[in-house]
């Protein structure tokens, strides 16, 4: 079975790397096909969770900086367009003690940026926070300006204005392309063969199932729990104005105000187990159960008793340093494979589709950090 149609391109994955690559290449005239094997934003993928944060801070390093800054602009002017508020305006606050270098790097980076931000020292942090617990924090860096995304709704929302520019949604799942030098067409599962001039896999933590010889080894797929503590009845000071978003540095714990309902949103940044996202179990294990526990009395003492309301299980899609990876097949030379958010993509949507757009149809060159020859086979992280 063959489809009638030749596309420009066809992007691969729907989370939310392939949906604004279909959305940017649409806008800039293509005809695009997306190809996705269970939906938007579905519970198995990465962009899958209800709400993602969208932060300036990246201690020195300015391109994630400025990507977050370009990315946040075109969240919102997409939000606006098409008249859906899923950024929500919750500020982002950093904490670290005082030997912590990080925070005055990404102070230095967000001043070098202009990007508004407020230094907060120990005595404003207590007077101005005190659901917090406190402890080995000294210093604070808060963003009001950044906040939250809904996540998979707006993954959907995307996929759907581009659909509306003309983008050809199909559900299906597509064969992993063998063949050296240039690629004619993709085969979905059922059978149907898609031609086009470029292939774009934006696999996300399936990208190393898909080209196993090449990604298999360079895409890290790890298990990442997030847990959402029941707030005490009546009680406001977990909703945002008064708790931000919150990161805790050196802990590498953050997470989220109460946000419609779902309770305080707490996840451990570390790199849980390695996974395969088809078969990992999706139910909270005892052991991070406890752990999250703990430190959620030892940060929101008033919620040391509160119930789990929800949980999550995910994981991220790391590249070795946490750069991502957007480049093109070492052998098929008009396929590109785009993912590697590792653990902090989401927010760069835009940014990464408006950049893939620009890599098929200007020739632009490619950033040596999301090239392939950078990544490695051995974890040693980098990028937070
Ligand atoms: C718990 C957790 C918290 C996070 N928090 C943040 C945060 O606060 N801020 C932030 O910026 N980032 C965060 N991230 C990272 C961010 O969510 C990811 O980097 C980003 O969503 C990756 O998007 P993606 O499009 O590359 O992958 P995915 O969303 O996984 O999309 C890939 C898609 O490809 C499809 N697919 C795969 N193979 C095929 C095939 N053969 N045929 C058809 N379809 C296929 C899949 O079904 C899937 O829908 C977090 C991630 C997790 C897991």
């Known amino acids: ?4 149609k030749t596309f420009d391109v066809v992007v691969i994955g729907a989370g939310v790397f392939g949906a604004w690559t279909a959305w940017h290449l649409a806008k800039r005239g293509q005809r695009v096909a997306l190809i996705e094997a269970y939906g938007p934003g579905h519970s198995r993928a990465s962009s899958g969770g209800e709400t993602r944060i969208i932060r300036m801070g990246y201690g020195a390093d300015e391109l994630y900086t400025r990507w977050s800054q370009r990315s946040l602009t075109q969240w919102k002017g997409f939000f606006a367009a098409t008249r859906q508020p899923l950024f929500l305006e919750t500020g982002v606050l950093w904490m670290a003690g005082d030997k912590d270098k990080r925070l005055e790097q990404t102070s230095a980076t967000l001043k070098r940026c202009d990007i508004t931000f407020e230094e907060l020292d120990r005595a404003a942090l207590e007077k101005r926070y005190p659901q917090i617990g406190l402890d080995g924090i000294e210093r604070g860096i808060l963003e009001p300006k ?8 707006a993954v959907a929302a995307v ?12 559900c299906a799942q597509a064969t992993n392309p063998r063949e050296a030098g240039r690629v004619e067409h993709i085969r979905t599962g059922r059978g149907e063969r898609i031609a ?14 898909v080209f196993p010889d090449v990604l298999g080894t360079l895409i890290f797929v790890s298990r990442q729990e997030v847990f959402f503590f029941g707030i005490p009845a009546g009680d406001t000071r977990f909703t945002a104005p008064p708790l931000p978003t919150w990161l805790f540095q050196e802990d590498l714990v953050y997470g989220m105000p109460d946000i419609e309902g779902r309770g305080l949103k707490i996840a451990f940044d570390e790199h849980g187990e390695r996974v395969d996202p088809d078969t990992q179990s999706r139910i909270v294990s005892p052991t991070m159960t406890e752990a999250v526990r703990k430190y959620a009395a030892r940060r929101f003492p008033a919620l040391k008793d509160a119930p789990i309301v929800e949980t999550r299980v995910c994981q991220y899609e790391n590249t070795s340093n946490g750069d991502f990876l ?15 958010g590792s653990g902090h993509g989401f927010k760069h949507g835009p940014a990464v589709g ?21 990544k490695a086979t051995t974890q040693n992280r980098a990028v937070y």
């Open 354 to 374: 408006e950049y893939v757009a620009g890599l098929l149809l200007d020739g632009a060159p490619v950033e040596v950090r999301f090239s392939l020859e950078t």
């Open 196 to 209: 086009a001039g470029q292939f774009v896999f934006a696999c996300g933590p399936w990208l190393g199932k």
């Open 1 to 4: 079975m063959s489809s009638r």
């Open 326 to 340: 957007i480049d093109r097949h070492p052998e098929m030379e008009n396929v590109w494979s785009v993912g590697g």
């Open 159 to 170: 996929v759907e204005d581009a659909v509306r520019l003309g983008v050809e949604y199909r």
């Open 146 to 153: 950044s906040g939250v995304l809904m996540a998979r709704r």
